[in-house]
DNA sequence: TATTGTTATACTCTATAACTATA
DNA sequence: TATAGTTATAGAGTATAACAATA
């Protein structure tokens, strides 16, 4: 057997923050995600019940427009929360093209299961990082993000905005 | 015309490291790949090209693991590199089986014209932080990249820890 | 028999466009 | 005419298994 070298990441990549940032994102999601499906979740379960459950009287629009995914591929995923019975559909009555969707007390229930869950895998993923350092790491992706995306601001922020 | 609530993300994932560090990750990938694919690359070139200008001697297998991709899907991108010129593969005479792969003199040109575009990008995405902030993040992805994955260390360490 | 590179296949995710019903 | 939700379709990316050449 003729001898080769250990595989690794040329030091070029390993000194690209747009590289790591890339990677572990990614990773993490990945993590995320399997762990979601064990216990029957699906991908975008998540981020749907925690906007739906957070505030009252979405729309399918303001709902895809929030989470920045496709209206038409909310759809699917709204027929699979609705099918297992944490969701709800009902149409608007001032507006009937419009579907108010709302979380079902067992939405609620599922939610808190989803958030234990996502806390875990998070909690093994930032292992080698302390308390404080991993505030600082949240602290700088909320300063991206929300330069990047006025959705990112909290609620009252956008409220007050708006007002 | 009905008044909805403006689209914006649950508080409770503004607060989960997990869905930032997931969210900004692909964003990044997204805006690096967008403009690679503008300058004419496909998403691995970077990859690859710092691979194999990085060190001598690379087989597919070898570049596969280290980037942890699947050997079957290295084929094609190293086709597509072959093909404008970039890479060289030529059979291993000790081991047939074997391709080694290296970079060519404009495969390292144009790797360099990568570098450019990746560290733009990277700039553009973490304007909002100062260098220090930078640095900051870029040292909490390295802890957290090494510490799930050995090939995150640097070579030097890989390969004193060989012997 | 095991390994390297290759090909073929299928499956998921996503992006796009068209369709309906309401406005 | 424009909008909300839906459906259908196509494409990229990825994962898996089978294959030929070589060890």
Redesign the interface.
């Known amino acids: 057997m003729?001898q080769?070298?250990?595989?690794?990441?040329?030091?070029?990549?390993?000194?690209?923050?747009?590289?790591?940032?890339?990677?572990?994102?990614?990773?993490?999601?990945k993590r995320?995600m399997e762990d979601l499906e064990a216990a029957g979740f699906s991908p975008w379960d998540?981020?749907v019940l925690?906007?739906v459950?957070?505030?009252a009287?979405?729309?399918q629009?303001?709902i895809a427009?929030?989470?920045g995914l496709d209206r038409s591929q909310l759809v699917g995923m709204l027929d699979g929360l609705e099918e297992r019975g944490l969701i709800e559909r009902k149409r608007?009555p001032?507006?009937r093209r419009r579907h108010t969707v709302t979380a079902t007390g067992d939405g609620k229930r599922q939610l808190s299961r989803i958030?234990t869950i996502?806390?875990r895998?998070?909690d093994e993923?930032?292992?080698?990082?302390d308390a404080e350092?991993?505030e600082?790491?949240?602290a700088?992706?909320?300063?991206?993000?929300?330069?990047?995306d006025?959705?990112?601001?909290?609620?009252e922020q956008?409220?007050a905005a708006?007002v």
């Not at 990549?13 to 990773?27: C, N, Q």
């Not at 700088?140 to 990047?148: K, N, P, R």
């Not at 006025?150 to 609620?155: I, M, N, V, Y």
């Open positions: 003729i080769t070298p250990p595989p690794c990441i040329p030091s070029e990549l390993l000194e690209s923050t747009a590289f790591l940032l890339g990677r572990m994102g990614i990773k993490l999601k995320v998540f981020g925690a906007l459950a957070d505030r009287c979405e729309t629009a303001t427009d929030g989470l608007d001032r507006d958030r996502v806390k895998v998070e993923f930032l292992a080698p990082l350092s991993r600082q790491l949240h700088l992706l909320v300063q991206v993000a929300q330069y990047h006025p959705r990112f601001s909290p609620a956008a409220l708006a």
